[in-house]
C-alpha cells in the first residue's frame, strides 16, 4: 500500500527519497512523487503515474535544484484515480503558510473538510481526501499555532479516520513533522541527518536505529535530533529500537521473482519455527507464551485477514483436534462491526504477516478494550500489532516482498500448529497424540523441499490453464482451507477467477458451474480419514464432464478406479501424516499459481490492484 519516506539534513535528499521509495515498491502503488525544500526555501513537486521509474524520468527531464530536505510517496488509489494530480505530495497554503504533505490512510471527514475549507479559500486540484491536511494545518498556524507540530496536532483533532503523513513547510529548511493513527510510522535516527519512514525497510543502509510512533503522537526531526508530543501535546519519550536490515536488502538471490524465492525459503522457515519454538529433548513446543495463562482459555476468536485468514482456519482445526476448545475465525473487517460478545476466559488471536493491516489492527483493539488477552502471530515484531499485544510469537520468516503471501502462509500454519500443541498440553490433552503430531512436524522440511522440486507435472498443467477463464477447488477438512489459499493464489497473480469450497458443499450450488470447460482442483490425502468422501465428489464432477486435477498421494491414486484415473490430471504428494497434510498441500497450488502467471506474463511480485500491507480499512 502507500509509502513514505522523509529525510533532513542530507544533501543527497532526492536520492535518499528516490532510493526510500524504491524500497517499498513492493508494497504495491500506482504513482509516485517527490518534494523537496530547495536551497532558496520554496518547495519543489515532482509527481509521475505508474512505476517509481516514470518518477524517476521527470526527475531527470525536470531536475530538482539541490536540497537537503525531501518527502517522498507511493500512492496506492483510494480517494481519485491513480493520476499525477491526485499522486503525492499534496500542497496546500493559507495567508503566509505553504505546506507539502504525504499521507498513508483515509481522512474519512475529507468531504466535510473540503467544504469548510473551500469557504476559507481553500483550491482543490485534486480528488483525494488526502489535500485536506495541508490546508486543515496551514490554517492552524494561520490562526493561533506558534509551531508545525502545534498545528499538526490541532489539524488531527479534525481528522477522522486512520493516517500517518508527514509535513514539510516552505521556508522551514531541514524541518519535518509527522504524525499517525493506526496506520505506521516510524523515525530512522542518524548521525546528523534524521528520517520519517512508513516503514523502516526504506531506510536500510541510513540507519539502524528506529523510534516506533505511538498513535497520535508527533515527531518533528531536524539536523539536531528528534522530539516527540503525545496525543496531549506533552513531550515524550519513545524507546529507540536497534533493528539489522542489512538480509532485508537481499535481493532475488538468483530466482526469477521473490515469490520464488520466497516458496523455496519455506522449507527453512519451517526449521527455523522448530528450532526455536520446540524444545529438543523432547520435542514439546515452548512458544513464547508466558504472557497467557493457557490452562485457563475456555474459547478462542482467531481473526485475520486474506491468506492469513486461511492460516487461521487450519489453526482452528488443530486446536480443536488437540486442544477441544472451541475456536471461532472470522475476517477480521467483518468481527468489530458486528459488535460481538465478549467472554471472560476467551482469547483473542490476531494472525498477521505484516503486522499492520488496518481490519485486523481495528478488530484488535476492539478486543483489547473488551479485557480480551490478546496473542499476536505475524512476521514483523515492531508492528503495531505486535506492540498491543499481551504475548507474540513471531513468525521469522524473514522479509516477504511478493505481494502473494507464501512463506508466512507456511509459517503461520506451523506456527499455529505449534500453538495447538502447546495449549492441548496446558489442557492436560493425551500426550502421545501430541507427541505423534510433534514428530510429524520435524519431517516437514524435507517434504516441502522435495515437494517444491517437482514442477514437471505443474508445467504441463500450466499449458492447459493459459486460456481459462474460470477454476474450481475443493478439499475437505484440513485441506479445505488450502483449497481457499489455492484458488486466492491463482487469482491474485494469474488473473483466473476462481472459486474454492469445502468438497460436500459443492452440490449445494457450485456443481451448476461444472461443465468440460471447467478445471476443478480437488486436494485429498489418504490420511485423514475423508478419501473416500472426496472421491464421491469427484465423481460428481467426472459425471459433469468436468476437468479434474487431483493432488493427492500414492496410496489415494492406488483406491481409484483406472477409468476415472485416466482422465484426471495427477499431481502427487508424497503420503504424509494428516497433521502436515495441509502445508505439504500448499506447495503444488503456489507453484501452480506461479508458473501460470510466469506463462501468461503478469506482474508476478506485483500484481496489479493489489498491495502489499493494507492498512486503509
Ligand atoms: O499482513 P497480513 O497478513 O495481515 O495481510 C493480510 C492479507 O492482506 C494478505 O494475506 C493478502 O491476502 C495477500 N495478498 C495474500 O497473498
Given at each position: 500500500m502507500c509509502g513514505i519516506v522523509g529525510v533532513v539534513s542530507n544533501p543527497s535528499a532526492k536520492d535518499i527519497v528516490l532510493t526510500g521509495l524504491q524500497r517499498l515498491e513492493y508494497r504495491g502503488y500506482d504513482s509516485a512523487g517527490i518534494a523537496t525544500l530547495n536551497s532558496s526555501g520554496s518547495i519543489e513537486l515532482r509527481r509521475a503515474v505508474g512505476k517509481l521509474q516514470a518518477l524517476?524520468?521527470?526527475?531527470?527531464?525536470?531536475?530538482?535544484?539541490?536540497?537537503?530536505?525531501?518527502?517522498?510517496?507511493?500512492?496506492?488509489?483510494?480517494?481519485?484515480?491513480?493520476?499525477?494530480?491526485?499522486?503525492?505530495?499534496?500542497?496546500?497554503h493559507m495567508g503566509k503558510h505553504k505546506l507539502a504533505v504525504v499521507h498513508n490512510g483515509i481522512i474519512e471527514n475529507y468531504q466535510e473538510l473540503r467544504a469548510e475549507?473551500?469557504?476559507?479559500?481553500?483550491?482543490?486540484h485534486s480528488q483525494t481526501d488526502t489535500e485536506t491536511i495541508p490546508y486543515v494545518i496551514a490554517t492552524a498556524l494561520e490562526r493561533s499555532a506558534e509551531t508545525l507540530p502545534q498545528a499538526v496536532h490541532a489539524a488531527t483533532q479534525?481528522?477522522?479516520?486512520?493516517?500517518?503523513?508527514?509535513?514539510?513547510?516552505?521556508?522551514?529548511?531541514?524541518?519535518?513533522?509527522?504524525?499517525?493513527?493506526?496506520?505506521?510510522?516510524c523515525v530512522g535516527v542518524g548521525e546528523g541527518a534524521n528520517y520519517l519512514a512508513s516503514d523502516p525497510l526504506a531506510l536500510a543502509g541510513l540507519t539502524s536505529k528506529f523510534i516506533f510512533l505511538e498513535d497520535d503522537d508527533i515527531a518533528t526531526i531536524t539536523p539536531k535530533g528528534v522530539s516527540i508530543l503525545d496525543g496531549k501535546g506533552k513531550p515524550v519519550d519513545r524507546p529507540v529500537k536497534v533493528l539489522?536490515?542489512?538480509?532485508?536488502?537481499?535481493?532475488?538471490?538468483?530466482?526469477?521473482?521473490?515469490?520464488?524465492?520466497?516458496?523455496?525459503?519455506?522449507?527453512?522457515?519451517?526449521s527455523r519455527l522448530?528450532?526455536?519454538?520446540?524444545?529438543p529433548v523432547d520435542l514439546s513446543p515452548v512458544l513464547p507464551l508466558q504472557g497467557l495463562n493457557l490452562a485457563g482459555i475456555t474459547h478462542?476468536?482467531?481473526?485475520?485477514?486474506?491468506?492469513?485468514?486461511?492460516a487461521s482456519l487450519i489453526g482452528k482445526h488443530y486446536i480443536e483436534q488437540f486442544a477441544r476448545i472451541p475456536v471461532n475465525v472470522e475476517v477480521a473487517s467483518e468481527f468489530r462491526y458486528r459488535n460481538p460478545p465478549y467472554q471472560k476466559g476467551g482469547l483473542f488471536i490476531a494472525v498477521s504477516q505484516s503486522g499492520e493491516t488496518a481490519d485486523t489492527l481495528a478488530a484488535l483493539e476492539h478486543a483489547k478494550a473488551a479485557g480480551q488477552n490478546i496473542l499476536v502471530f505475524t512476521n514483523v515484531t515492531t508492528s503495531s500489532m505486535a506492540r498491543a499485544a499481551d504475548a507474540v510469537v513471531d513468525l521469522m520468516a524473514g522479509r516477504e516482498i511478493a505481494v502473494a503471501s507464501t512463506k508466512a502462509f507456511m509459517a503461520m500454519s506451523v506456527a499455529l500448529g505449534l500453538f495447538a500443541l502447546q495449549l492441548a498440553g496446558a489442557k492436560g490433552q493425551a500426550a502421545a497424540e501430541i507427541l505423534e503430531a510433534s514428530r510429524a512436524l520435524r519431517t516437514l522440511p524435507a517434504?516441502?523441499?522435495?515437494?517444491?522440486?517437482t514442477t514437471k507435472p505443474l508445467e504441463e498443467l500450466t499449458e492447459k490453464l493459459l486460456e481459462t477463464g474460470s477454476m474450481l477447488y475443493l478439499g475437505r477438512g484440513s485441506l479445505a482451507p488450502i483449497a481457499f489459499e489455492g484458488a486466492l493464489k491463482i487469482k491474485e497473480i494469474a488473473y483466473i477467477h476462481a472459486e474454492a469450497y469445502a468438497s460436500g458443499e459443492m452440490k449445494h450450488g457450485p456443481i451448476a458451474l461444472v461443465d468440460k470447460s471447467l478445471p476443478?482442483?480437488?486436494?485429498?490425502?489418504?490420511?485423514?480419514?475423508?478419501?473416500?468422501?472426496?472421491?464421491?465428489?469427484?465423481?460428481?464432477?467426472e459425471a459433469r464432464h468436468g476437468q479434474i486435477i487431483l493432488v493427492t498421494d500414492a496410496e489415494g491414486i492406488a483406491k481409484l478406479d483406472s477409468a476415472s484415473r485416466d482422465k484426471m490430471h495427477l499431481i502427487t504428494v508424497p503420503t504424509v501424516p494428516a497433521f502436515i497434510a495441509p502445508m505439504v498441500f500448499t506447495v503444488p497450488l503456489q507453484l501452480l499459481a506461479y508458473l501460470t502467471a510466469t506463462a501468461k506474463g503478469t506482474d508476478v511480485d506485483q500484481p496489479r490492484n493489489l498491495a502489499k500491507s493494507v492498512t486503509v480499512e
Open positions: 524517476v524520468t521527470e526527475t531527470e527531464t525536470n531536475p530538482l535544484q539541490s536540497a537537503t530536505t525531501g518527502i517522498g510517496h507511493t500512492r496506492w488509489a483510494t480517494h481519485g484515480a491513480p493520476t499525477t494530480a491526485n499522486a503525492h505530495p499534496h500542497i496546500g475549507l473551500g469557504q476559507l479559500g481553500a483550491t482543490f479534525k481528522f477522522r479516520g486512520s493516517f500517518a503523513f508527514v509535513v514539510m513547510q516552505e521556508d522551514q529548511p531541514d524541518v519535518l513533522t509527522g504524525t499517525r493513527r493506526g496506520a505506521p510510522l539489522d536490515l542489512t538480509t532485508d536488502l537481499a535481493g532475488k538471490n538468483g530466482f526469477k521473482h521473490f515469490m520464488l524465492k520466497e516458496i523455496h525459503e519455506q522449507p527453512a522457515v519451517v522448530l528450532q526455536s519454538y520446540t524444545n478462542i476468536n482467531i481473526i485475520a485477514c486474506g491468506t492469513a485468514y486461511y517434504f516441502l523441499s522435495s515437494q517444491i522440486a476443478v482442483v480437488n486436494l485429498a490425502t489418504s490420511t485423514d480419514g475423508l478419501f473416500e468422501k472426496t472421491v464421491s465428489n469427484l465423481k460428481e464432477v
